[in-house]
């Protein structure tokens, strides 16, 4: 299996990896996520994201691309509570169905540290919707730990948040 950096060339594959996940996203919250996106569109937003200069895309690939990583630096500035810190957003991590369960996720999250301490990040975040369980357990088993939880309050219709 090949990591490498991914390029705007690698943009219509990986719009269509992230086909599957946009729609699990989509079906447990269909008031906030899209079924509808044209693909030429998703792909036009993968190359803008991947030639953004705080973007950080992987591709894990054999002949063709079978997974892939997007992740964003952020520098926060002192404020009256916080220090100053650098964090590595982990945006997502995408692998293809038949490919899961072979430690691709693990390579691709290995490199990202790598990268993440080069540039001195302070740690990687990510965010997990709580109806994507099967995510909250890969990312515990790749050393993530819960360190705060997000809540929402629809403002017009309550019972529509997704669990």
């Known amino acids: 299996m090949k990591i490498r950096k991914a390029t705007v060339s690698d943009a219509p594959a990986l719009a269509a990896l992230n ?7 989509a079906q447990a919250f269909p008031d906030r996520f899209r079924r509808d996106t044209p693909a030429e569109t998703m792909e036009r937003a993968v190359a803008a994201m991947i030639q953004s200069p705080s973007s ?8 063709r691309p079978v997974a892939f990583l997007s992740a964003e630096f952020r520098d926060r500035e002192e404020s009256w509570c916080l220090v100053p810190h650098r964090i590595c957003y982990l945006a997502g ?20 540290k790598r990268e993440a301490e080069a540039r001195g990040a ?7 919707w709580a ?9 515990a088993s790749l050393g993530f730990r819960t ?17």
Do not use: T
């Not at 086909?19 to 699990?24: A, H, K, L, R, S």
């Not at 991590?93 to 990202?112: D, K, N, T, W």
């Not at 302070?122 to 997990?128: E, F, G, M, Q, S």
């Open 19 to 25: 086909q599957g996940m946009q729609e699990m996203h």
């Open 56 to 63: 950080y895309w992987l591709v894990a690939e054999e002949d």
């Open 93 to 112: 991590i995408m692998v293809s169905p038949r490919f899961r369960r072979q430690g691709i996720a693990r390579l691709l999250l290995a490199e990202l």
């Open 122 to 128: 302070n740690w990687i975040d990510l965010d997990i």
């Open 131 to 139: 109806f994507n369980e099967q995510a909250r357990e890969a990312f």
């Open 147 to 163: 360190v705060m939880e997000k809540m929402m309050l629809a403002a017009d219709k309550p019972s529509e948040l997704p669990q």
